[in-house]
Every structure is written in C-alpha cells, then in structure tokens.
C-alpha cells in the first residue's frame, strides 16, 4: 500500500470512528466529550497538513501508536466509560499515551533538526525529557480543565503522582526502543 493510500486509509478509519464517538456523545448529551473528540481531530489534520507542508516525516508505526492512543481514550475511555468503570485502564492510557506521543514529537524533532550526537545515552536522556514533558503538560491540562469547566479529571495527590509515574515509566520506554532500534 502506498503511503497516500494508507495515509487515506488512516483519514477515513479515524474519521468514522470519531464520528460515531461524536454522535453518541451527542446523543448522551456529553458535550465535553464532542469539543473533546473535536478537538483531537482537528489536532490530526493538523498534523497531516504540516507534515506536508514542513517535510518533517512521522513512521507509519508511530502514527498508528497515535491513532490507537486517541481511539483509546476517546472510544474506550470517555464513550465507553473506561476511566471510570476500569481502574487500571487511566493508568496504562497513560503509560501508552505517553510513550506514543514521545515517540511521535522525537521523531519529529529528529527529522526537522539535524543531531549529531553519537550518543545512545544521551538520546535516551533527550527522549525520556520529551515524554516527561509531555507528561507533566497532560496534568497541567486536566487540572486546567477541572478548574474551569468543572471536569473530574484529577481524584486526588494518589491519582496524580501515579498519572506521573506511569508517563515517565512510557517515556522511559520510548527512549530505550528508540535507542536500541537500528533502523529509526
């Protein structure tokens, strides 16, 4: 399959799915979760015109480790309900959210900036940074969100240190894939 047509492939699979999200939320009345989904989609086709526009490339693995994420936590964890009626499922979102988009800025960075350090260590430091990072940013959003909408995202001191602990654990793994696979 060619990379357009794949990438089409990915557009209308992601498209449909959010739609459904979005009707069903619609339906539930769950407007939270409409400007949520609408959002995330407004982000990919973001993504897809500055991929072009910018010539930065992503992988096709890591692009679906983003789709997979998103679908995650839009179909399962909001329209499903999984945040609230699976206690593990927060934390392994988090674990896999994190380590995808990890994956996914680096590789950007990698393909806009050229860096020639050598070292394995260090890159594994600079990708483990990116993901805490990215970590400590979702956090700040769902504690954003709870103040001013009045979501329920954060349940507490316990929930949010484990919330941390879980992205620095995906961070810490995409920097470690990263590192050992020859072939990024």
């Known amino acids: 399959m060619t990379k357009n047509n794949w990438l089409n492939s990915e557009l209308v699979f992601l498209t449909l799915s959010l739609s459904l999200a979005v009707i069903g939320f619609l339906v539930r ?3 939270n979760y409409v400007y949520n989904s609408v959002i995330i989609y407004i982000g ?5 015109h500055l991929e072009y526009r910018k010539n930065f490339k992503v992988k096709k693995c890591i692009r679906i480790l983003i789709v997979i994420t998103v679908l995650l936590h839009n179909i399962l964890g909001q329209y499903f309900n999984f945040y609230r009626t699976v206690k593990w ?6 674990l896999f959210g994190t ?8 590789s950007i960075i ?3 900036i050229k860096i020639s350090h050598g070292s394995k260590v ?3 430091i600079n990708i483990a940074s990116i993901g805490i990072a990215i970590g400590v940013f979702l956090e700040n ?3 954003i969100l709870d103040v001013i909408i009045r979501t329920n995202n ?5 929930d949010i240190n484990l919330d941390l602990i879980f992205n620095v654990i995906g961070a810490a793994i995409a920097g470690l894939l990263w590192t050992i696979n020859k072939n990024h």
Do not use: C, M, P
């Not at 990919?44 to 897809?48: G, K």
């Not at 380590?99 to 680096?106: D, E, K, R």
């Open 122 to 124: 260090y890159t594994f």
């Open 154 to 158: 954060q349940h507490g001191a316990n």
């Open 89 to 94: 499922f927060d934390k392994v979102l988090h």
């Open 44 to 48: 990919y086709l973001l993504l897809i």
């Open 110 to 112: 990698e393909s806009t």
């Open 29 to 31: 009345k769950q407007y």
């Open 99 to 106: 380590f995808s988009f990890t994956l996914f800025f680096y």
């Open 141 to 143: 959003i769902e504690f």
